[in-house]
């Protein structure tokens, strides 16, 4: 009985076999895969950064030149304000203006103005047909009173003060800088290319919100 019954427990050496068969060939695609797998997600990370960052799109910059942008609504971009005692250097900072890629509009009034209007008229025309206004405080403009006309007049236009009024500081002392303009930060003219540069970003920043402003409005 003792032997019979040991016989029946027995395993059959083809079962055994079979399972060391079975379990080696699946042994074998579990460690490969496995190993596939650790590559692949040792990987992965990279591929899905490759990935993403060329599915990403930059963020384009506002376009103040297109055919429907808010920048068109007034026929300048800038209006220089100077005494005429500034006149050299004001040619130079509209050249400058002019000649960037934006091609700024810019009035000068020596240039634009229409011949036998009023000077009272050319200057508020001036002023509301621009986006921007910058205001060239020298000695001479502190004593021209048309300076100081239109300088009130543009204040009238935007009261708040939002980047539209651009003071810059030249050959006068802090203390002597009008008192109508001392909630307005200005641009200390030290080095003219830098102050140039300053004005055009000053500008070009403006013209940017404007044009977001009103696309947000739209939407």
């Not at 050319?122 to 002023?127: H, I, M, N």
């Not at 239109?150 to 980047?163: I, K, S, V, W, Y």
């Not at 008192?179 to 140039?196: D, G, P, Q």
Request: aromatic share 8%; hydrophobic share 30%; proline share 6%.
């Amino acid at each position: 009985a003792g032997w019979f019954r040991r016989l029946l427990h027995k395993p059959k050496p083809s079962s055994v076999e079979s399972l060391k068969s079975s379990h080696s060939a699946s042994s074998s695609p579990s460690s490969s895969s496995s190993s596939s797998s650790a590559k692949s997600s040792s990987s992965s990370p990279s591929t899905s950064l490759a990935t993403s960052s060329i599915s990403l799109s930059p963020v384009s910059a506002v376009d103040i030149s297109a055919s429907d942008s808010p920048r068109w609504d007034k026929s300048y971009d800038v209006c220089i304000c100077h005494s005429e005692g500034d006149v050299e250097l004001v040619s130079e900072l509209v050249s400058y203006l002019e000649g960037q890629p934006e091609s700024f509009r810019c009035f000068l009034q020596l240039r634009d103005a229409v011949p036998g209007s009023a000077v009272v008229t050319e200057l508020c025309d001036a002023v509301q047909s621009s986006h921007c206004w910058v205001m060239l405080i020298t000695p001479g403009f502190l004593q021209d009173p048309w300076c100081r006309y239109q300088m009130h007049q543009a204040l009238a236009e935007a009261p708040m003060a939002n980047g539209r009024t651009i003071p810059v500081l030249k050959d006068v002392d802090r203390k002597d800088y009008p008192r109508e303009l001392r909630n307005i930060y200005y641009i200390y003219m030290a080095l003219k290319e830098k102050s140039f540069r300053q004005i055009r970003d000053t500008v070009m920043h403006y013209l940017q919100e404007l044009c977001r402003s009103s696309t947000k409005s739209m939407e």
